[in-house]
């Protein structure tokens, strides 16, 4: 009888827990996890500043452009983290619920919906970590990337470049150029690389842009 009594009990004290565990937040169908806030409160900001009152107003203006310049190669990164995270950061960006500025701030924080600081296990929805990030369509396996070396000994300079994607074509694998997959951000970062080298008083600092 003691035992019934002390399962009852038991039984009583976990539904109780339970009952104050917080809930997922939920996101236009997908599923946020429920300390989004405290991940978020992990990262503090800081205003980084630095004192340009010794520069000339065409450094000064130089300075500005080369910031405008690694903005666009930041958001190369971010598609070379995971090629959907534009289209699912509009979602985020929208969402205006529970934890709403959390949820868009940590996406921003961690380039996506995966969380770096724990094995990159998915915050936001369910979907696993590409394992080839943004560089290889997501379905690519090992087995059929080195078998199609294997077929295609021609294209393994260009498949295992540092400097190239890899993307499905029709039934096949083509290896594109960062060149050609990011030319209109490089196009941006170009022209504000031109416009700092033209405002620039330094020389060499105008000489090491226009070699870019």
């Known amino acids: 009888m003691w035992q019934r009594g002390f399962l009852i009990m038991v039984c009583g004290l976990v539904a109780l827990g339970c009952g104050r565990c917080e809930k997922p937040v939920m996101m236009d169908g997908l599923t946020v996890v429920s300390d989004i806030a405290q991940r978020r409160a992990q990262f503090v900001e800081t205003s980084v500043t630095a004192d340009v009152s010794h520069l000339s107003a065409g450094d000064r203006k130089a300075l ?41 701030d940590y996406y921003r924080i961690m380039y996506g919906p995966w969380d770096r600081l724990a094995h990159h296990e998915p915050f936001l929805g369910d979907r696993p970590h590409p394992a080839g990030a943004g560089f290889y369509p997501e379905d690519l396996t090992t087995e059929e990337f080195e078998s199609w070396l294997a077929e295609h000994p021609d294209d393994h300079e260009a498949f295992t470049s540092l400097h190239t994607l890899i993307r499905r074509d029709g039934d096949g694998l083509v290896a594109v150029p960062y060149s050609e997959a990011y030319r209109n951000r490089l196009a941006r970062a170009v022209v504000e690389l031109r416009a700092a080298a033209a405002a620039t008083d330094n020389e060499s600092l105008r000489r090491f842009l226009e070699l870019r």
């Open 64 to 104: 500005s452009h080369l910031v405008a310049a690694a903005r666009e190669v930041d958001e190369i990164f971010r598609l070379q983290a995971w090629a959907g995270s534009p289209g699912l950061a509009v979602e985020v960006s929208s969402h205006d619920g529970r934890d709403a500025e959390a949820v868009q």
